[in-house]
């Protein structure tokens, strides 16, 4: 198992993040990460990703949505032929600390056998992760659209 972990402090509530984070269709605006998202936003829809990490080229997976708690936390399980070769779980957090600011996490959990030896690819995805935390803040706190 491993897992990789990155987060941000953003001057916008949980609502403004969490709109910005569900408008899939304006992820190519401002996405360098997490290219495309297609699918619905519900527990037990099918989603259709394409992610980019940096470097890398492009990989397009169809995970499961295992979590979407508004303003709170969106989460899928990915994985790759077959369950236990290397399935990811990834998860958007987000922490309200007061004010009008939100802590956003991204994270997320490998697991399978191929794991161990995918270590060089999961340090660029570390680095996607961060690529996105930055952009989604520079999104959130440029935005004039109020909160909903």
Known sequence: ???????IEID????RVWSVLMDFDAYPEWNPFVKRISGRAEKGAKLDVRI??????????K?????????REFAWLGKVLV????????????????GGRTRFVQREVFKGLLTPMLGGMLDNTHEGFRELNQALK????????PAT
């Open 1 to 7: 198992m491993r897992e990789i972990r990155d987060e």
């Open 52 to 61: 980019v990490p940096p470097g890398k080229k492009g990989m397009r997976f």
């Open 12 to 15: 916008g509530p949980p609502e």
């Open 63 to 71: 995970p499961t949505v295992i979590a979407a708690e508004p303003r």
């Open 138 to 145: 520079r999104r959130v706190e440029s935005s004039q659209t």
């Open 83 to 98: 369950p236990g070769l290397f399935d990811g779980e990834h998860h958007f957090e987000l922490e309200d600390l007061g």
